[in-house]
């Protein structure tokens, strides 16, 4: 459900209860394995089974959409085959395409891989802009591009997309000199990634023992790319990420808060870090929907109502995924029907009423299932109102087909090594030979 996702949001907790609100988009929820058998048109009842190859916790089972579409369509039954993270799963499904074979009626597909999808499989797939009760105007545009073809064919339906927002501390804010309040502290910040470093240098003034501004460097540097509608790939399809100076900035920038001692020398997701949570050891984090669910999920209970949200520097986009159709499937005019009731905006906000997927559909935010929403983790802040108002911001953003590898190098090859005592330089020259080595295998 993760800006491309990376690893990042693939280790979200799914928390399934309406107080969650904010369950990684690509959080585990079976065998790495997945179910490579192909579709099955139906049981021994008669009925017509639909089949969704999905990664994670997608949320549509658990906010009970499959039931309520089953009883809609009695003659329908719904089968699921998960696999646990999209870095196992995404591999299999370019297999099946390409041996069209072993294809599930609908195929999720992340933000990180629909660019490769959109760019060498779109035929593979049904045009789901052709599809009845289809209307594109349901979906952000940015969104709805982001699956089309130079010549307008549509390849997936837009779930979910991560508006940024910053998660802060308001007790470790006050313990510093710093507002609570979310609208100052949003202040504090607007308009520019710059003061949100600024903002942590007068935190560390009077920052209470052992805590940092920021959870980790690799959330910082993702932030500020995820607000750029041009980072590693230009509108042409040429890799630029050494040559645009958005990504150096950043990358500078990131490198800059590390040296001052700003972030903390962490790999977000990984099990160090979600002791920081628990322990309390920092005091901001960038924060889509669905990263609330993953304060929630390696919070003491004590921490309850400690957390506020206020807007990002700079709108931005992390996460988000697709429902797409396979042509070879064996149930094709029923799974387009279940992909367009699945991602319509009352589906969409019932889903972000149980599992904290914020919706791509627009309609939806005017629905009570989202403007009334709340957080156990951030007490009375009205989390629905302010996604929406991030979400209706996100710039449209060139997405590359190897997106998630370049990222991924900025930050597990770049920014943490400035944490760990190397210079800027020298982190940025070792993440660039990893990158450019793995864009050449």
């Not at 996702?5 to 399934?16: D, K, P, Q, S, V």
């Not at 499959?66 to 809609?72: A, G, I, V």
């Not at 006050?174 to 003061?195: C, H, M, N, Q, Y």
């Not at 090859?413 to 330089?425: E, Y």
Request: hydrophobic share 35%; with cysteine; net charge negative.
């Amino acid at each position: 459900m993760r800006a491309a996702r990376t690893g990042t949001a693939r280790r979200a907790l799914a928390l399934a209860a309406v107080a969650s609100l904010g369950a990684g988009l690509l959080a585990g929820c079976a065998d790495d394995g997945g179910d490579d058998s192909g579709s099955s048109s139906g049981d021994s009842s008669g009925k017509t089974t639909i089949t969704l190859g999905l990664f994670g916790t997608m949320g549509f089972k658990e906010a009970g959409l499959y039931e309520e579409y089953e009883k809609l369509n009695p003659d329908i039954n719904i089968e699921e085959n998960v696999t646990e993270r999209n870095e196992n799963y995404y591999p299999a499904l370019v297999n099946h395409l390409t041996t069209n074979s072993g294809l599930q009626d609908i195929q999720a597909i992340e933000v990180g891989n629909i660019a490769e999808v959109v760019g060498t499989q779109a035929d593979k797939f049904v045009d789901m802009s052709k599809v009845s009760g289809v209307k594109k105007s349901d979906w952000l545009d940015w969104k709805w591009q982001q699956a089309t073809t130079k010549d307008g064919k549509t390849v997936g339906l837009g779930t979910d997309i991560g508006p940024m927002a910053i998660c802060y501390r308001k007790d470790l804010f006050e313990k510093a000199g710093l507002p609570t309040d979310r609208e100052e502290v949003g202040k504090l910040w607007a308009g520019d990634w710059d003061k949100l470093v600024e903002a942590g240098e007068q935190y560390k003034k009077k920052a209470p023992k052992g805590t940092y501004f920021m959870d980790s460097p690799g959330g910082l540097i993702n932030a500020v790319l995820s607000s750029e509608s041009e980072k590693f790939y230009d509108s042409s399809g040429e890799v630029v990420y050494k040559t645009n100076p958005a990504v150096k900035a950043a990358f500078d920038l990131t490198a800059k808060a590390a040296e001052e001692g700003l972030v903390q020398s962490q790999t977000q997701f990984q099990p160090a870090w979600d002791q920081t949570i628990a322990n309390s050891k920092f005091a901001t984090v960038v924060c889509p929907p669905w990263m609330i669910g993953t304060i929630k999920g390696k919070s003491q209970p004590e921490a309850a109502g400690k957390w506020d949200v206020a807007a990002a520097p700079k709108a931005g986009n992390w996460g988000g995924t697709f429902l797409g159709v396979p042509k070879s499937g064996k149930n094709v005019e029923e799974a387009q029907k279940l992909a367009a009731w699945l991602t319509a905006p009352e589906q969409q906000a019932k889903l972000f009423a149980v599992q904290g997927s914020f919706p791509s559909a627009p309609g939806a935010y005017s629905m009570p299932q989202v403007t009334g929403a709340k957080n156990e983790m951030t007490g009375d802040s009205p989390i629905g109102e302010i996604f929406a108002k991030a979400a209706e911001a996100i710039p449209t953003q060139v997405i590359g087909p190897k997106d998630q590898i370049i990222q991924q190098g900025l930050t597990d090859n770049g920014v943490i090594l400035v944490t760990q005592g190397k210079s800027p330089k020298e982190a940025w020259e070792t993440a660039t030979k990893t990158i450019d080595n793995n864009l050449d295998q």
